[in-house]
């Protein structure tokens, strides 16, 4: 059983479109981060959200933590072809230090 | 970057052979993870450790031995590959606890194939 549901699994767009990549579970969590993975090397974080209805702007990124603190989305506006790896959030429920990532949204943004 | 260097960054091996895959970090954190990720698993964690000679086991950890003598080396061992090894391998880092928001930080990824 998957802790953390992504969608879409896969995502192939043009340049300049926006899209919103979804992380869910019945879970609640204490913190949850979001990691971009390009080809070839190890993930990266992007961004911690901690708090419930929190949202938080990296750029043309926009991350919000859910009021329950059981779901977050990423949203991408005016996406470039920079943007393309394969997303991922983890999480970690109450004082562990374990975390359970999903199994990431890939996304190709084409020129 | 975080000091993370894994070697070796590409093995092929064959069936039934030991193999041994080295973490080394630069960063003195206290927490380090062996995890491998496989088209539709996404990342999993094999083992890990949360102090010299402390380790413990993650979801997929049959078929896996780890060793940490050391701060800074996490050593992961297939004690005798098999074919269902072949797997890109991350080693990861973390200074604190995950759920106090504590940043964890990935080294390159060892290739591993098992024929």
């Known amino acids: 059983t998957q802790l953390l549901e992504q969608s879409p699994q896969f995502l192939s767009i043009q340049e300049g479109e926006n899209l919103t990549v979804y992380c869910n579970s019945s879970?609640?969590?204490?913190?949850l981060q979001w990691y971009r993975q390009e080809p070839g090397e190890g993930p990266v974080l992007l961004v911690t959200?901690?708090?419930?209805?929190e949202v938080k702007k990296l750029k043309r990124l926009t991350f919000q933590f859910g009021d329950a603190r059981k779901d977050s989305s990423l949203h991408i506006t005016a996406a470039q072809p920079g943007d393309t790896g394969l997303y991922l959030c983890?999480?970690?429920?109450?004082?562990?230090?374990?975390?359970?990532f999903g199994r990431g949204t890939s996304l190709i943004v084409h020129p | 970057d975080a000091g993370i260097t894994q070697s070796p960054r590409h093995k092929v091996t064959e069936t039934g052979t030991p193999v041994t895959l080295r973490c080394h970090q630069t960063?003195?954190?206290?927490?380090m993870y062996w995890y491998r990720q496989d088209p539709g698993h996404g990342l999993r964690l094999i083992h890990y450790s949360y102090g010299v000679k402390d380790t413990d086991k993650g979801e997929v950890s049959d078929g896996y031995s780890v060793s940490r003598s050391k701060t800074e080396d996490f050593l992961l061992t297939l004690e005798s590959a098999t074919s269902s090894q072949t797997s890109v391998y991350f080693c990861?880092?973390?200074?604190?606890?995950?759920?106090?928001?504590?940043?964890?930080?990935f080294g390159e990824g060892s290739w591993l194939t098992v024929v």
């Open positions: 879970s609640v969590f204490s913190s």
């Open positions: 990861a880092i973390s200074g604190g606890g995950f759920s106090s928001g504590n940043t964890i930080y």
């Open positions: 960063e003195n954190h206290r927490y």
């Open positions: 959200v901690v708090t419930g209805g």
């Open positions: 983890a999480g970690a429920t109450g004082g562990s230090y374990i975390p359970t």
